[in-house]
Each structure stands twice: as C-alpha cells, then as structure tokens.
C-alpha cells in the first residue's frame, strides 16, 4: 500500500492563481480531510469529508475548496491564491470520523508570492 | 468547534528526566484524545490515544492521563531519549472533526 500520497511536494504561485493540491489513500478509509500547518499554530483543520459525496468546514475554510466524488481522492483547491495561504498542507484520512488513527500524506509546502 | 489548548510551547529537559505536556479541551462531548509526534520535515504519526472511558493508558515509556471532570489529559515520557525530541501535538473530537492544539517542542539534551 501507498498509503497516503500528495502532489506536488512543492509550489510556487503568484497571488491570485489557483491551483488544486491532490490527495488519495488507498486503504479504503472512509475519512479524509485537509490541515494546514504554520509555525506556532499547530495544524489547523480546512476541510474534512466522512465519505464520498459528503464535506464539511473545520476551523479555516475560507479561501478553499473540496469534493469528495470516490473514496479514494480528496483534492483541496485553492481558487485565488493570497500571501496568507503560504503554509504547508497535510492530507490525512481515518477508518472511522475523527475518531481513529490519522495517517498522514508528506505534505505540500505551498509558496504564494 | 473544540477548542484544544496545549502548554508549555516549548520544554528541555535531560536524558533520562520525565517529560510532561498538558492540554485542556472545551467540547463536554469529546470522547477521542491523540497524541502525535512529528519529527523535523515529516508526517505527525501517533503515538497514543485514549478515550473518554478510560482514566490511563500506557505504552512503554509514554502515558497518558485524562480527567473528565476538569476537561484535561496529559503526555507523560519518562526516561526521555535524544530520539524523543520532536514536535508534540494534542488533539480532541468535536463531532466527526478532529482538533489539534499548537505543539510542544521538545528537545532532549545528552
């Protein structure tokens, strides 16, 4: 198993492009969900999904956007980049809600010029 | 949402001492609290959990404590090792939505 993969690893954008940051699991779970991580903040929930055609907002969604069509993909998309979104993004996704195990992708360091 | 506050921020201590990271959740209803170490440039993994039945719960040289009552759970690491010293993070449920507390650096020195 790959477990859980991200693209790209890294990203330079100008203000104002948008882009999509691609997230899959193959284990089959049926939780996912994006956090973004900046120094001194720990990671912060953006968006979480419970299984394919269910989303839902965490703590800072404002700026992105998700869907959940399989189970397998959880794309976050950033739709007009700002200086704020510089941060690096997890990807992680569970059996069960929030209520088991995480495993987590690599990550994506995004850089908004 | 829940709101997860975690302290110290930062914590040293010597090989060999005990280490203690505290957090302190708001949401009555949350029954779900992680532990995750992420090492510099990796993934937060875990490394315990508990739920809200249980009082303690150990593996090895890590526990954790929960107290209900005042809404708070503890990271114990005893004999702390150089290899501990990573970034700490807590976290608690509030509905399906898992909230993480802003870490604990800790640095262990031979």
């Known amino acids: 198993n790959a477990g859980v993969t991200q693209t790209p690893k890294f990203q330079v954008l100008k203000t104002g492009q948008s882009m999509t940051l691609q997230c899959a699991q193959d284990m089959n779970h049926e939780y996912m969900s994006w956090y973004r991580q900046d120094p001194g903040m720990g990671l912060r929930l953006i968006h979480y999904?419970?299984?394919?055609?269910?989303?839902d907002q965490g703590e800072v969604p404002n700026g992105y956007n998700v869907s959940r069509s399989t189970t397998e993909d959880f794309p976050l998309r950033l739709l007009s980049a700002a200086p704020s979104q510089t941060s690096v993004y997890f990807c992680?996704?569970?059996?069960?809600?929030?209520?088991?195990?995480?495993?987590f992708g690599p990550g994506t360091r995004l850089l908004v010029l | 949402g829940e709101n997860v506050e975690q302290h110290p921020s930062t914590l040293s201590v010597q090989e060999g001492d005990s280490a203690v990271i505290k957090c302190t959740y708001s949401d009555s209803a949350s029954n779900y609290f992680p532990w995750y170490k992420q090492e510099l440039g990796k993934r937060p993994q875990l490394i315990i959990d508990i739920r809200s039945n249980v009082g303690e719960k150990k593996d090895q040289r890590i526990a954790v404590t929960l107290n209900k009552t005042a809404k708070h759970f503890s990271l114990h690491i005893t004999e702390t090792q150089p290899e501990d010293s990573a970034v700490y993070f807590c976290?608690?449920?509030?509905?399906?939505?898992?909230?993480f507390g802003k870490g604990t650096s800790l640095l262990v020195t031979p």
């Open positions: 999904s419970v299984g394919a055609g269910i989303t």
């Open positions: 992680a996704s569970s059996y069960g809600a929030g209520r088991e195990t995480q495993y």
């Open positions: 976290a608690g449920t509030s509905g399906y939505a898992l909230n």
